[in-house]
């Protein structure tokens, strides 16, 4: 046994715990959302004020962390490194025009989400007309009592799962799965608009934009024929 360099007890090499200590900040960054000071770092980590510092100070060297005064905020680093990610390959390339042709025919904020820990995270968006009401972003999570979720899991019907305020007041939503080559579900598309907009017309522009990425996907062309809206 032995202590890490978060101050936990534990059977962690130092190597490892300086990691995980690393992260642990980059995380507290993260959920800060802009920039956070030495003392409410140590707060939400738990851990030691000259840790903190010690890591921080890493971190800036390597352009994980930026420096500013006093504050500290994720650094650009950390933005090129995430966005080499794939959630599967191709996705996000594949999503990026259909994800925008949603946008400008609807008005609708776009969200393409996959699973993760069983949460859905979106990984590619577009604002729509709810902003601010309902701000879309990369990166956040959510549960999987939304449209989108209910996709990802798997829709009872071959349509778009929708959702008429369900969730939210004044909110109502459209998404469907998008296919890998295989058939699998890898990741679900959903076009939010507010309450009273045609939701028909939504699914069917969203099965539209989902079925573009699911065909670029598997980089086949062929039309493919619309299914039917799906009722919850």
């Not at 190597?15 to 200590?21: D, I, M, N, P």
């Not at 990369?138 to 929708?162: E, I, M, N, Q, Y």
């Not at 009273?196 to 539209?208: F, I, T, Y």
């Not at 670029?216 to 039309?223: K, T, V, Y």
Request: glycine share 12%.
């Amino acid at each position: 046994m032995g202590t890490d360099t978060a101050g936990r007890t534990g059977t962690s090499t130092p190597g490892r715990g300086v990691l995980e200590g690393a992260f642990a900040l980059l995380e507290a960054l993260r959920l800060h959302g802009d920039e956070a000071g030495v003392t409410e770092l140590a707060l939400t980590c738990g851990v030691p004020k000259g840790t903190v510092h010690r890591l921080l100070d890493q971190l800036v060297a390597v352009g994980a962390v930026e420096r500013r005064g006093a504050r500290y905020r994720v650094g650009p680093q950390m933005f090129r490194l995430g966005q080499g990610w794939q959630p599967h390959p191709g996705l996000r390339a594949a999503a990026r025009l259909p994800l925008h042709r949603l946008r400008g025919a609807t008005g609708a904020s776009a969200v393409l989400a996959v699973m993760r820990d069983d949460l859905a995270l979106t990984v590619s968006s577009v604002p729509g007309e709810l902003e601010p009401l309902v701000p879309v972003r990369d990166g956040v999570s959510f549960l999987l009592d939304t449209a989108a979720g209910k996709a990802l899991r798997g829709p009872r019907s071959t349509g778009p799962v929708l959702d008429r305020e369900d969730v939210m007041d004044q909110v109502v939503c459209a998404a469907v799965p998008v296919r890998a080559p295989d058939g699998r579900p890898v990741a679900a598309l959903a076009g939010l608009v507010r309450a009273g907009r045609s939701l028909d017309a939504l699914a069917h522009a969203v099965a539209e934009a989902g079925l573009a990425i699911t065909r670029a996907l598997s980089r086949g062309p062929g039309a493919v024929r619309l299914p039917p809206v799906a009722r919850l």
